[in-house]
């Protein structure tokens, strides 16, 4: 079945969220299982993009754009050749679950336990919120 993933848009030209859509397994899933299965697909994306080399990217008038927008114009991390550990990237994933610093939301209702069965359908959305809190000290 194919799920719609909103994902914030990194873009300070471009606010706002765009969607991905991933194929998953029928039927119900539990919410852990699902924001597993999600954090590997999105690793496996991210290292085969940085196999393919994404310099290539950089030229486009639109990521031109974006980057001068944000200030600076570089061409990707080319000193790095350290792919992510899609592991680690689900354990980090968790926890940040678990500590509530990420949400998640199916077809409009949040899930918070990750043993809750998450209700998917062909054509459901999900959203995932990352949630920052405000820093700093009182005087």
Do not use: H
């Not at 209702?109 to 998450?118: A, I, K, M, N, S």
């Amino acid at each position: 079945m194919k799920i719609r993933i909103n994902v914030k848009a990194a873009s300070r030209r471009r606010p706002g969220i765009r969607q991905l859509v991933f194929e998953y397994p029928d039927g119900p899933m539990q919410a852990g299982t699902f924001l597993e299965e999600t954090v590997r697909r999105c690793v496996k994306d991210y290292n085969e993009r940085k196999e393919a080399g994404a310099v290539l990217g950089v030229f486009s008038q639109e990521a031109l754009e974006d980057m001068a927008a944000g200030g600076k114009v570089s061409f990707g991390d080319p000193l790095s050749e350290k792919k992510a550990d899609p592991e680690k990237a689900v354990q980090t994933a968790r926890e940040a679950f678990a500590d509530g610093l990420v949400a998640l939301f199916a077809d409009g209702t949040r899930f918070e336990d990750p043993d809750q069965v998450l209700p998917l359908r062909d054509g459901s959305e999900v959203t995932f919120v990352r949630l920052t809190f405000l820093a700093g000290r009182m005087w």
